[in-house]
Protein backbone atom coordinates (compact mmCIF):
# COMPACT_ATOMS: atom_id res chain seq x y z
CA UNK A 1 0.00 0.00 0.00
CA UNK A 2 2.28 2.91 -1.08
CA UNK A 3 1.01 6.72 -0.39
CA UNK A 4 2.11 10.06 -1.54
CA UNK A 5 2.02 13.60 -0.98
CA UNK A 6 2.57 16.11 -3.69
CA UNK A 7 2.12 19.88 -4.08
CA UNK A 8 1.19 21.64 -7.16
CA UNK A 9 2.91 24.88 -6.84
CA UNK A 10 6.21 26.07 -5.78
CA UNK A 11 7.74 26.03 -1.84
CA UNK A 12 9.59 28.95 -0.57
CA UNK A 13 12.77 29.34 -2.04
CA UNK A 14 12.22 26.77 -4.98
CA UNK A 15 12.53 24.02 -2.70
CA UNK A 16 10.63 20.72 -2.91
CA UNK A 17 7.62 19.90 -0.91
CA UNK A 18 10.42 16.72 0.58
CA UNK A 19 12.87 19.16 1.42
CA UNK A 20 10.73 21.54 3.48
CA UNK A 21 8.50 18.65 4.71
CA UNK A 22 9.27 17.11 8.36
CA UNK A 23 7.18 14.36 8.01
CA UNK A 24 7.81 11.66 5.18
CA UNK A 25 5.87 12.22 1.92
CA UNK A 26 6.20 8.52 0.52
CA UNK A 27 4.56 5.52 2.62
CA UNK A 28 4.99 1.84 2.15
CA UNK A 29 3.36 -0.02 3.95
CA UNK A 30 0.63 -3.66 3.90
CA UNK A 31 -2.47 -2.87 3.09
CA UNK A 32 -4.31 -1.62 6.09
CA UNK A 33 -6.41 1.16 7.22
CA UNK A 34 -3.73 4.07 8.42
CA UNK A 35 -2.82 7.92 8.53
CA UNK A 36 -0.44 9.60 6.26
CA UNK A 37 0.27 12.77 7.87
CA UNK A 38 2.10 15.59 6.28
CA UNK A 39 3.59 18.77 8.18
CA UNK A 40 5.18 21.80 6.04
CA UNK A 41 7.24 24.19 9.08
CA UNK A 42 6.40 27.75 9.41
CA UNK A 43 8.60 29.61 6.46
CA UNK A 44 7.59 26.72 4.01
CA UNK A 45 4.94 28.47 2.26
CA UNK A 46 5.03 31.96 0.40
CA UNK A 47 2.54 34.27 1.82
CA UNK A 48 -0.42 35.17 -0.62
CA UNK A 49 -0.31 32.17 -2.70
CA UNK A 50 -2.21 29.49 -3.21
CA UNK A 51 -1.37 25.97 -2.34
CA UNK A 52 -3.00 22.26 -3.65
CA UNK A 53 -2.09 19.31 -1.76
CA UNK A 54 -2.56 16.16 -3.35
CA UNK A 55 -2.55 13.03 -1.78
CA UNK A 56 -2.45 9.92 -3.77
CA UNK A 57 -2.80 6.24 -2.73
CA UNK A 58 -2.51 2.96 -4.49
CA UNK A 59 -2.01 -0.73 -4.23
CA UNK A 60 1.38 -2.20 -4.76
CA UNK A 61 0.42 -4.06 -8.18
CA UNK A 62 -1.82 -0.64 -9.26
CA UNK A 63 -5.08 -2.72 -9.22
CA UNK A 64 -6.23 0.14 -7.22
CA UNK A 65 -5.95 3.76 -7.19
CA UNK A 66 -7.34 6.99 -5.49
CA UNK A 67 -6.74 10.54 -4.59
CA UNK A 68 -7.97 13.26 -2.27
CA UNK A 69 -6.70 16.83 -2.08
CA UNK A 70 -7.03 20.26 0.03
CA UNK A 71 -6.46 23.93 -1.13
CA UNK A 72 -5.16 26.37 0.82
CA UNK A 73 -4.39 29.91 0.64
CA UNK A 74 -1.72 31.20 3.06
CA UNK A 75 -2.51 34.16 4.62
CA UNK A 76 0.20 37.11 4.23
CA UNK A 77 2.10 38.22 8.01
CA UNK A 78 2.26 41.71 9.35
CA UNK A 79 4.30 43.90 7.96
CA UNK A 80 5.82 47.42 6.88
CA UNK A 81 6.17 47.71 11.06
CA UNK A 82 8.59 50.13 12.45
CA UNK A 83 10.80 50.46 15.64
CA UNK A 84 11.34 53.79 16.92
CA UNK A 85 13.73 53.92 20.40
CA UNK A 86 14.67 57.58 22.78
CA UNK A 87 17.60 58.32 22.93
CA UNK A 88 18.78 56.15 20.54
CA UNK A 89 22.20 55.60 22.14
CA UNK A 90 23.10 55.19 26.12
CA UNK A 91 24.89 53.22 28.84
CA UNK A 92 24.12 49.60 29.98
CA UNK A 93 22.08 49.76 32.98
CA UNK A 94 21.81 53.58 33.39
CA UNK A 95 20.01 54.61 30.72
CA UNK A 96 16.35 54.03 30.40
CA UNK A 97 15.18 53.37 27.29
CA UNK A 98 11.35 53.90 25.84
CA UNK A 99 10.49 51.53 22.54
CA UNK A 100 7.84 52.23 20.68
CA UNK A 101 6.01 50.47 16.86
CA UNK A 102 4.06 51.45 14.24
CA UNK A 103 2.74 51.70 10.59
CA UNK A 104 1.99 48.03 11.06
CA UNK A 105 -0.11 46.76 8.19
CA UNK A 106 -1.88 43.42 8.25
CA UNK A 107 -5.36 41.20 7.36
CA UNK A 108 -5.79 39.68 10.43
CA UNK A 109 -6.84 42.11 13.20
CA UNK A 110 -5.61 43.40 16.04
CA UNK A 111 -2.20 42.42 16.34
CA UNK A 112 0.04 42.12 18.94
CA UNK A 113 3.31 43.45 19.99
CA UNK A 114 6.79 41.33 21.38
CA UNK A 115 9.62 43.25 22.38
CA UNK A 116 13.28 41.60 22.21
CA UNK A 117 16.99 42.31 22.39
CA UNK A 118 19.18 40.82 20.05
CA UNK A 119 23.28 41.12 21.17
CA UNK A 120 26.03 40.16 18.18
CA UNK A 121 26.57 36.78 19.62
CA UNK A 122 22.75 35.53 19.12
CA UNK A 123 21.50 35.96 22.10
CA UNK A 124 18.23 37.21 22.65
CA UNK A 125 16.31 38.04 25.81
CA UNK A 126 12.41 38.79 25.97
CA UNK A 127 11.74 42.11 27.27
CA UNK A 128 8.27 42.11 27.34
CA UNK A 129 6.32 39.15 25.64
CA UNK A 130 3.59 40.00 23.09
CA UNK A 131 0.65 42.51 24.37
CA UNK A 132 -1.85 44.96 22.71
CA UNK A 133 0.87 48.09 23.92
CA UNK A 134 2.80 49.09 21.17
CA UNK A 135 5.38 51.09 23.58
CA UNK A 136 7.58 49.83 26.15
CA UNK A 137 9.62 52.44 28.84
CA UNK A 138 11.76 52.67 31.30
CA UNK A 139 13.97 49.74 29.68
CA UNK A 140 17.62 49.02 30.81
CA UNK A 141 19.72 47.42 28.35
CA UNK A 142 23.12 44.99 28.38
CA UNK A 143 26.17 46.59 26.72
CA UNK A 144 26.61 46.13 23.16
CA UNK A 145 29.42 45.37 20.68
CA UNK A 146 28.62 48.41 20.21
CA UNK A 147 24.93 47.96 19.31
CA UNK A 148 22.03 45.95 20.00
CA UNK A 149 18.98 45.54 17.91
CA UNK A 150 15.56 45.61 19.40
CA UNK A 151 13.20 43.64 17.53
CA UNK A 152 9.70 44.07 17.97
CA UNK A 153 7.57 40.72 16.57
CA UNK A 154 4.03 41.46 15.53
CA UNK A 155 1.37 38.59 15.96
CA UNK A 156 -1.61 38.68 14.30
CA UNK A 157 -4.83 36.25 15.53
CA UNK A 158 -4.06 33.12 13.47
CA UNK A 159 -0.07 32.78 14.38
CA UNK A 160 1.42 35.03 11.28
CA UNK A 161 4.51 37.27 12.50
CA UNK A 162 6.11 40.08 11.00
CA UNK A 163 9.11 41.56 12.16
CA UNK A 164 11.03 44.99 12.77
CA UNK A 165 14.76 45.96 14.31
CA UNK A 166 15.90 49.18 15.21
CA UNK A 167 19.70 49.47 16.06
CA UNK A 168 21.25 51.58 19.38
CA UNK A 169 24.58 52.00 20.81
CA UNK A 170 24.92 50.67 24.52
CA UNK A 171 27.88 51.40 25.87
CA UNK A 172 29.41 49.72 29.10
CA UNK A 173 28.23 51.16 32.22
CA UNK A 174 30.59 53.25 34.01
CA UNK A 175 29.68 51.56 37.66
CA UNK A 176 31.47 48.93 38.82
CA UNK A 177 32.04 47.30 42.66
CA UNK A 178 29.46 48.85 44.99
CA UNK A 179 28.60 51.63 43.07
CA UNK A 180 26.96 48.46 40.41
CA UNK A 181 25.90 46.38 43.33
CA UNK A 182 23.68 49.13 44.77
CA UNK A 183 22.28 50.84 41.25
CA UNK A 184 21.44 47.24 40.17
CA UNK A 185 19.75 46.58 43.99
CA UNK A 186 17.49 49.78 43.41
CA UNK A 187 16.64 48.79 39.85
CA UNK A 188 15.28 45.60 41.16
CA UNK A 189 13.51 46.91 44.05
CA UNK A 190 11.63 49.31 42.02
CA UNK A 191 10.62 46.30 39.86
CA UNK A 192 9.32 44.02 42.49
CA UNK A 193 7.15 47.45 43.93
CA UNK A 194 5.69 47.82 40.44
CA UNK A 195 5.08 43.95 40.22
CA UNK A 196 7.03 44.27 37.08
CA UNK A 197 8.53 41.08 35.97
CA UNK A 198 9.54 42.05 33.03
CA UNK A 199 11.59 44.65 34.44
CA UNK A 200 13.36 42.14 37.16
CA UNK A 201 14.22 40.35 33.84
CA UNK A 202 15.68 43.35 31.80
CA UNK A 203 17.56 43.90 35.34
CA UNK A 204 19.08 40.58 35.39
CA UNK A 205 19.99 40.36 32.07
CA UNK A 206 21.98 43.72 31.77
CA UNK A 207 23.56 43.83 35.09
CA UNK A 208 25.18 40.02 34.95
CA UNK A 209 26.90 40.89 31.70
CA UNK A 210 28.27 44.09 33.79
CA UNK A 211 29.31 42.07 36.88
CA UNK A 212 32.24 40.16 35.62
CA UNK A 213 33.21 38.24 38.59
CA UNK A 214 30.91 39.31 41.35
CA UNK A 215 29.46 36.26 42.80
CA UNK A 216 27.54 38.34 45.02
CA UNK A 217 25.91 40.32 42.58
CA UNK A 218 25.34 36.72 40.41
CA UNK A 219 23.74 35.77 43.38
CA UNK A 220 21.36 38.27 44.01
CA UNK A 221 20.37 38.53 40.92
CA UNK A 222 19.58 34.74 40.32
CA UNK A 223 17.52 34.80 43.42
CA UNK A 224 15.66 37.72 42.15
CA UNK A 225 14.50 35.84 38.64
CA UNK A 226 13.56 32.85 40.79
CA UNK A 227 11.37 34.59 42.91
CA UNK A 228 9.73 35.76 39.15
CA UNK A 229 9.92 32.05 38.07
CA UNK A 230 7.77 30.85 41.92
CA UNK A 231 5.52 33.74 41.04
CA UNK A 232 4.46 33.84 37.39
CA UNK A 233 1.41 32.79 35.51
CA UNK A 234 1.65 29.64 33.12
CA UNK A 235 2.37 30.79 29.81
CA UNK A 236 4.78 30.24 27.57
CA UNK A 237 5.69 33.76 26.64
CA UNK A 238 6.49 34.89 30.31
CA UNK A 239 8.51 31.29 30.51
CA UNK A 240 10.53 32.39 27.75
CA UNK A 241 11.18 35.99 29.10
CA UNK A 242 12.25 34.74 32.59
CA UNK A 243 14.32 31.51 30.84
CA UNK A 244 16.39 33.65 28.91
CA UNK A 245 17.22 36.07 32.23
CA UNK A 246 17.89 33.10 34.21
CA UNK A 247 21.08 32.05 31.36
CA UNK A 248 22.04 35.33 31.61
CA UNK A 249 23.17 35.45 35.20
CA UNK A 250 24.14 31.95 34.67
CA UNK A 251 25.96 31.86 31.43
CA UNK A 252 29.19 34.35 33.13
CA UNK A 253 30.39 31.10 34.94
CA UNK A 254 30.64 33.08 38.38
CA UNK A 255 27.83 31.11 39.97
CA UNK A 256 28.11 29.88 43.28
CA UNK A 257 27.14 26.52 44.86
CA UNK A 258 24.19 27.62 46.64
CA UNK A 259 22.84 30.23 43.88
CA UNK A 260 23.65 27.01 41.10
CA UNK A 261 21.26 24.87 43.40
CA UNK A 262 18.74 27.98 43.14
CA UNK A 263 19.01 28.40 39.52
CA UNK A 264 18.58 24.33 39.10
CA UNK A 265 15.25 24.28 40.76
CA UNK A 266 13.97 27.01 39.10
CA UNK A 267 15.05 26.06 35.48
CA UNK A 268 13.53 22.80 36.47
CA UNK A 269 10.29 24.39 37.70
CA UNK A 270 10.51 26.43 34.15
CA UNK A 271 10.72 22.98 32.47
CA UNK A 272 7.98 21.03 34.37
CA UNK A 273 5.47 23.94 33.28
CA UNK A 274 6.44 23.77 29.85
CA UNK A 275 5.95 20.48 29.45
CA UNK A 276 2.20 21.03 30.31
CA UNK A 277 1.73 23.80 28.32
CA UNK A 278 4.18 23.92 25.20
CA UNK A 279 7.52 25.62 24.68
CA UNK A 280 9.08 27.93 22.84
CA UNK A 281 12.03 27.01 20.42
CA UNK A 282 14.19 29.80 22.53
CA UNK A 283 12.74 29.17 25.51
CA UNK A 284 14.23 25.22 25.15
CA UNK A 285 17.55 26.75 24.24
CA UNK A 286 18.22 29.06 27.24
CA UNK A 287 16.87 26.22 29.64
CA UNK A 288 19.42 23.58 28.34
CA UNK A 289 21.69 26.93 27.79
CA UNK A 290 21.38 27.17 31.53
CA UNK A 291 21.81 23.11 32.75
CA UNK A 292 24.69 23.52 30.65
CA UNK A 293 26.44 26.48 32.40
CA UNK A 294 25.26 24.42 35.48
CA UNK A 295 26.63 21.62 34.74
CA UNK A 296 30.27 23.73 35.90
CA UNK A 297 29.81 24.82 38.54
CA UNK A 298 30.40 22.86 42.69
CA UNK A 299 26.96 21.93 42.51
CA UNK A 300 28.04 19.30 40.52
CA UNK A 301 32.14 19.34 41.25
CA UNK A 302 33.53 16.15 42.55
CA UNK A 303 35.45 18.52 45.36
CA UNK A 304 33.37 20.87 47.13
CA UNK A 305 34.87 23.60 49.50
CA UNK A 306 38.16 21.26 49.41
CA UNK A 307 36.69 18.87 50.82
CA UNK A 308 35.15 15.38 49.29
CA UNK A 309 32.18 13.67 51.41
CA UNK A 310 29.48 11.40 51.43
CA UNK A 311 27.60 14.36 52.63
CA UNK A 312 28.43 16.60 49.40
CA UNK A 313 28.10 13.40 47.43
CA UNK A 314 24.11 13.28 48.44
CA UNK A 315 23.90 16.93 47.70
CA UNK A 316 25.52 16.28 43.89
CA UNK A 317 23.22 12.86 43.46
CA UNK A 318 20.62 15.23 44.70
CA UNK A 319 21.43 17.52 41.86
CA UNK A 320 22.18 15.35 39.36
CA UNK A 321 18.53 13.87 39.73
CA UNK A 322 16.95 17.02 39.49
CA UNK A 323 18.79 18.30 36.64
CA UNK A 324 17.84 14.85 34.86
CA UNK A 325 14.22 15.70 35.62
CA UNK A 326 14.57 19.18 33.94
CA UNK A 327 16.05 17.48 30.63
CA UNK A 328 13.16 15.20 30.92
CA UNK A 329 10.85 17.67 30.83
CA UNK A 330 12.04 19.98 28.48
CA UNK A 331 11.84 16.99 25.92
CA UNK A 332 8.34 16.26 26.96
CA UNK A 333 7.50 19.75 26.11
CA UNK A 334 9.32 19.69 22.50
CA UNK A 335 6.99 16.74 21.36
CA UNK A 336 3.62 17.96 23.35
CA UNK A 337 2.62 19.57 19.90
CA UNK A 338 3.99 16.69 17.48
CA UNK A 339 2.09 13.98 15.60
CA UNK A 340 3.72 10.95 15.55
CA UNK A 341 6.86 9.90 13.28
CA UNK A 342 7.74 14.20 12.56
CA UNK A 343 11.27 14.92 12.47
CA UNK A 344 12.75 15.28 16.60
CA UNK A 345 13.29 17.98 17.70
CA UNK A 346 16.88 18.91 18.72
CA UNK A 347 18.79 21.62 21.51
CA UNK A 348 21.99 21.84 21.32
CA UNK A 349 24.12 23.55 24.29
CA UNK A 350 28.04 23.60 24.93
CA UNK A 351 27.57 20.95 27.78
CA UNK A 352 24.05 19.04 27.10
CA UNK A 353 22.41 18.08 23.63
CA UNK A 354 19.02 16.69 23.47
CA UNK A 355 16.83 15.40 20.85
CA UNK A 356 13.10 14.70 20.83
CA UNK A 357 10.69 12.32 19.09
CA UNK A 358 7.61 11.43 18.95
CA UNK A 359 7.22 8.14 16.50
CA UNK A 360 4.43 5.15 16.38
CA UNK A 361 4.61 2.09 17.91
CA UNK A 362 5.54 0.33 14.48
CA UNK A 363 7.80 1.64 11.63
CA UNK A 364 5.18 3.17 9.13
CA UNK A 365 6.78 1.74 6.36
CA UNK A 366 8.14 -2.08 6.65
CA UNK A 367 11.73 -2.83 7.77
CA UNK A 368 12.90 0.87 7.52
CA UNK A 369 15.46 1.22 10.46
CA UNK A 370 14.48 3.53 13.17
CA UNK A 371 17.35 5.64 14.91
CA UNK A 372 17.38 8.83 16.69
CA UNK A 373 20.54 10.84 16.97
CA UNK A 374 22.27 13.90 18.31
CA UNK A 375 22.60 17.75 17.78
CA UNK A 376 25.63 20.08 17.46
CA UNK A 377 28.46 17.53 16.08
CA UNK A 378 27.48 14.61 18.18
CA UNK A 379 28.32 11.30 17.21
CA UNK A 380 26.13 9.57 19.10
CA UNK A 381 23.26 7.74 17.69
CA UNK A 382 20.10 5.28 19.21
CA UNK A 383 18.81 2.55 16.94
CA UNK A 384 15.14 2.18 17.47
CA UNK A 385 12.87 -1.42 16.96
CA UNK A 386 10.90 -1.29 13.88
CA UNK A 387 7.72 -1.84 16.73
CA UNK A 388 7.37 -1.24 20.10
CA UNK A 389 5.19 -2.73 22.35
CA UNK A 390 1.94 -1.15 22.55
CA UNK A 391 -1.18 -0.87 20.66
CA UNK A 392 -2.05 0.04 17.32
CA UNK A 393 -2.32 3.86 16.92
CA UNK A 394 -0.39 4.93 19.93
CA UNK A 395 2.33 6.96 20.00
CA UNK A 396 6.17 6.55 21.95
CA UNK A 397 7.54 9.73 23.40
CA UNK A 398 11.51 9.38 22.90
CA UNK A 399 13.88 11.22 24.83
CA UNK A 400 17.65 11.34 24.18
CA UNK A 401 19.99 13.37 26.15
CA UNK A 402 24.10 13.66 26.82
CA UNK A 403 26.33 15.28 28.62
CA UNK A 404 29.70 16.36 28.14
CA UNK A 405 30.37 16.50 31.96
CA UNK A 406 28.80 13.57 33.88
CA UNK A 407 26.77 14.91 36.22
CA UNK A 408 27.12 11.65 38.56
CA UNK A 409 31.08 12.33 38.87
CA UNK A 410 30.84 12.96 42.60
CA UNK A 411 28.43 10.00 43.39
CA UNK A 412 29.43 6.86 44.93
CA UNK A 413 30.44 4.53 41.69
CA UNK A 414 29.55 7.80 39.32
CA UNK A 415 32.88 8.27 38.09
CA UNK A 416 33.06 4.65 36.62
CA UNK A 417 30.31 6.06 33.87
CA UNK A 418 32.60 6.34 30.59
CA UNK A 419 29.57 7.49 28.73
CA UNK A 420 28.35 10.84 28.26
CA UNK A 421 25.00 9.82 27.40
CA UNK A 422 23.02 9.92 30.91
CA UNK A 423 19.49 9.43 29.97
CA UNK A 424 17.72 7.48 27.16
CA UNK A 425 13.79 6.95 27.79
CA UNK A 426 10.66 5.16 25.93
CA UNK A 427 7.53 6.64 27.45
CA UNK A 428 4.20 6.47 26.50
CA UNK A 429 2.25 9.14 25.40
CA UNK A 430 -0.63 7.71 27.99
CA UNK A 431 1.93 8.69 30.91
CA UNK A 432 3.80 4.68 31.17
CA UNK A 433 7.58 5.47 31.61
CA UNK A 434 10.63 3.51 31.48
CA UNK A 435 13.88 4.35 31.49
CA UNK A 436 17.19 3.80 32.61
CA UNK A 437 20.34 5.63 33.97
CA UNK A 438 23.52 4.98 32.21
Same mark, same amino acid.
Given at each position: ?26 ? +?????? #? ?38 ? &? ?76 ? &? ?20 ? =? ?52 ? +? ?75 ? =? ?63 ? #? ?51 ? #? ?15
Amino acid at each position: FNSTWRVQSALAGGRGLEEWATTETHL +VTSAQT #RRHDLVVPSGALVSGATYTFVLEAALEEGSSRGSASITVV &VARPPSAGIVNSEPQAGFALETRFQFSTSYWVAEDLPLSYEFLSLQSNGQSSTLRGPTRQTSLAGVVLPAGTPNISIV &VVAHDTIGGEGKAARSVRVSPT =NLVGEALFNSTATLLVEAQALESNEGVCQTAVAASQASANDTTLITTLVSAVST +VVANQDSDPNLVGQTASALLSTTAGGSVEKDAAAVALDATTSMATTSAAIGIKDNTASSLVGTLSSLLTTDLFSSVA =NGTSTSHNARINETAANILGTAVDNIALSLVSDRIPNEAASQVSSENIKLSSQRISTNATTAGNS #RSIGLPGGAVSTVELPDSVAGTEGDAIDITFAEAKINPYDSVQGGDAVSSGVF #RFELASTAGATGSRRL
